[in-house]
């Protein structure tokens, strides 16, 4: 061979008896074949393999694999983000003409998307308040493909009852979408207590480490096999890099989750009854409007997510802001760090005063995610801060 075409070609192939303790990134965006049977194939899906990009490389199915075992799925569809899953869901279950029951606290970008691009596509959304069941079935009718909730949602960490509502809606046959990204499957795994479709942002607790963007869909394969369809047509396809990181994430999802846990129920009990709190919420706490459906839906580790309000206002949220030195604002959560947000001014700005008042956000309301630092500092930051 001649330089260019060494440049080229070589440094290709390695010989090994041995393997990789830890998967190899996959970074190709196209597949080599020896024959055209071959090819004939592994498009078919008859014979394992894979052919371009967007359809999905090795660490795309080390994580389907992964997660869908961690949730008690039988398939899973990675995407480019928790934004691309939903993009998938509307595009490979729904119709034109079909109904959708969504929670009214969905995560605002969610709930923005139905309402705008499903609705051009033909998709009507009615919003409910997602801890009221029969409200929810009786917004249903013949048209309703789904419901669409969150398994803890943000940022009152308030739940849907899933037990129940699958029971009025599989008679009916209507699909039961959770949203379970600020849970995690180590929190809860909603196909247990009868969700036909899970989505994750995997942006979130399951890659845990704030650097990847990602999302993933799960349910019975029949319904995957539909979305990945979708995904690879639109091209919401995350990239292998990512899908590496968020396997790697997802080996150390159970010690996280069971210390973040642990950690954000110590500071809800603290907080509860510090002088400049007026509430806490926490799924954990006895005082929690739904503790005994809590406690049946997560007998482990209840999340790293708490929120607290503040007896003083805006003006607190301000001091909290100028004072905290180990916690970190920041929009998300999931992280190792642990990092707080003000929903009134971040993921629900866009909703009026009076509509921020009925959802229970003040302007004192400030939502904590819960990192793996020493509980003591983040206790002492905390208490130094709130002074
Ligand atoms: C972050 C988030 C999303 C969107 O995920 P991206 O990865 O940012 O697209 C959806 N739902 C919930 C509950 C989230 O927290």
């Not at 592994?42 to 949730?71: C, I, S």
């Not at 051009?120 to 917004?139: K, N, P, Y």
């Not at 699958?166 to 046959?173: F, K």
């Not at 799924?283 to 406690?295: D, E, I, K, N, T």
């Amino acid at each position: 061979m001649n330089f260019h075409t060494l440049a080229a070609r070589g440094g290709r192939d390695v010989a090994s008896a041995s393997r990789p303790l830890t998967a190899p990134i996959y970074q190709t965006n196209v597949y080599v074949f020896e024959d055209v049977e071959t090819v004939e194939s592994v498009w078919e899906g008859k014979t394992p393999g894979y052919v371009y990009g967007r359809y999905g490389t090795g660490n795309h199915t080390m994580l389907e694999d992964l997660v869908a075992r961690l949730e008690g799925a039988e398939a899973a569809v990675a995407c480019a983000s928790g934004m691309g899953a939903t993009t998938a869901l509307l595009l490979g279950l729904f119709s034109a003409g079909d109904h959708l029951v969504a929670a009214r606290d969905l995560y605002g970008t969610t709930a923005s998307f139905l309402s705008s691009e499903g609705a051009r596509l033909g998709v009507e959304t009615t919003f409910v308040d997602a801890t009221d069941t029969g409200r929810i079935l009786e917004a249903c009718s013949p048209r309703t493909r789904a419901v669409f909730v969150e398994a803890l949602s943000n940022p009152l960490l308030l739940l849907a009852d899933l037990p129940a509502l699958s029971a009025g809606l599989e008679p009916r046959g209507i699909e039961l979408i959770v949203d379970a990204s600020m849970a995690s499957p180590a929190v809860l795994r909603p196909i247990e207590h009868g969700a036909t479709l899970v989505m994750h942002s995997l942006t979130k607790f399951i890659s845990g480490h704030g650097d990847m963007t990602g999302g993933l869909v799960l349910g019975r394969k029949e319904n995957m096999d539909r979305l990945r369809e979708a995904m690879i047509r639109a091209g919401t396809n995350l990239g292998p890099f990512d899908a590496w990181l968020a396997v790697r994430g997802a080996r150390t999802l159970g010690v996280r989750l069971e210390r973040q846990s642990a950690t954000a129920l110590l500071l809800a009990q603290l907080l509860e009854h510090h002088p400049a709190v007026a509430r806490a919420h926490y799924p954990g706490l006895p005082s929690h409007p739904q503790h005994v459906l809590a406690r049946r839906l997560m007998p482990g580790p209840m999340g790293a997510i708490l929120s607290v309000d503040l007896g003083g206002g805006a003006l607190a949220v301000e001091r909290l802001m100028a004072r905290t030195r180990l916690l970190e604002f920041a929009p998300s959560f999931g992280d190792v760090a642990t990092t707080w947000t003000y929903p009134a001014r971040t993921s629900h700005r866009r909703l009026s005063d009076a509509d921020k008042a009925a959802m229970g956000i003040g302007p004192g309301l400030v939502r904590l995610s819960v990192g793996l630092e020493d509980p003591g500092d983040l206790i002492q930051d905390l208490q130094q801060a709130l002074e």
